[in-house]
């Protein structure tokens, strides 16, 4: 990673992006080997254009966040893959995981090397697997999604989505009470958190005014790491005794030792639906939103991205 003290000023300098591309891809594998001939993960497939998902994901969180404070974590047996697919010029580099243990040890890891960098930093966490059909739609959302956490440092803001349709593959969110409105987006509390809802939940939540869960966030990082210290205290505590190592030779190491001591774990599961009071949750009815998470939706964006492509070309 780029050392801090050569970044360039900018008007929102304590901003932060990290892009989660650490994982899999299985359940999509045998839509991604058959296009590319071998066993790379989604994120590093052109599944819906030219780019790679991830690619995709740097350039449009380059319209929000300074490419010089954005960067993809990855996973060390994907090297091949990453080392050849990420463009050099979309962000400053890479936090390579020795293993995939889940997006909770990815998070809590780019966090607490976060903080040795920047102690200020407002931190926005964004998949590496989405499709959004409105880019400037998305840059406006998120940057109220920044400014919402600057104004309240101790909210972690997640960003919801106005389903269109009852869909049981996603995860829900349940807002609690109002807090403000800023134009054609609304910020709520959370009530709690809906994984993977059956059809029939799914169509009570969406009757309900409930919004799929984009998984993007956002909020100081002195947020995150005490919503992550008070529920997951032992993953917490693992990565708090190896901090001394960052940016040393011995982080690599140290790292490996915790990776392969510890289970996988989902932040949202481990850590957002434990504590929703801490949380916010963002909803704009803008956004054209999918989940690039398995085969059928996968196709199914690809031949409305090429029927669109034929209508206007």
Not at 149 to 162: F, K, Q, T, Y
Not at 171 to 181: H, R
Not at 297 to 302: E, G, K, Q, V, Y
Request: include cysteine.
């Amino acid at each position: 990673m780029t050392d801090p003290t050569q970044m360039h000023p900018d008007a929102h300098g304590h901003r932060w992006a990290v892009i989660l591309a650490g994982g899999d891809g299985k359940r999509l594998l045998p839509l991604t080997r058959r296009l590319s001939g071998d066993e790379r993960p989604k994120q590093f497939c052109s599944l819906l254009g030219e780019e790679t998902l991830l690619n995709q994901t740097l350039r449009r969180v380059a319209r929000i966040v300074n490419p010089v404070r954005t960067f993809s974590v990855v996973t060390k047996a994907h090297e091949s893959f990453y080392s050849t697919s990420i463009n050099g010029e979309c962000g400053v580099g890479l936090l390579v995981q020795p293993r995939n243990r889940g997006t909770s040890p990815a998070i809590l890891y780019s966090l607490m090397r976060l903080h040795e960098m920047d102690s200020q930093a407002v931190i926005g966490f964004f998949p590496s697997d989405h499709h959004f059909a409105d880019e400037e739609a998305l840059s406006d959302c998120v940057g109220q999604a920044f400014e919402c956490a600057e104004m309240h440092s101790n909210a972690v803001v997640m960003l919801g989505i106005e389903p269109t349709q009852p869909e049981p593959e996603y995860g829900w969110i349940e807002p609690g009470d109002p807090l403000m409105a800023s134009g054609p987006s609304l910020l709520f509390g959370v009530r709690r958190f809906w994984e993977k809802p059956s059809r029939e939940v799914a169509r009570e939540l969406m009757r309900r005014g409930c919004f799929w869960n984009s998984f993007i966030m956002v909020g100081h990082v002195g947020s995150f790491l005490r919503l992550v210290g008070r529920t997951a205290p032992h993953l917490f505590r693992s990565f708090q005794a190896i901090a001394p190592t960052f940016f040393t030779k011995r982080e690599e190491e140290s790292v490996l030792n915790v990776y392969m001591s510890i289970p996988s774990g989902n932040f949202c599961a481990d850590v957002l639906s434990v504590c929703p009071g801490n949380l916010a949750v963002l909803c704009s009815r803008t956004l054209v939103w999918a989940d690039v998470g398995d085969v059928e939706r996968a196709l199914s964006l690809m031949r409305y991205r090429n029927a669109r492509a034929v209508a206007t070309g």
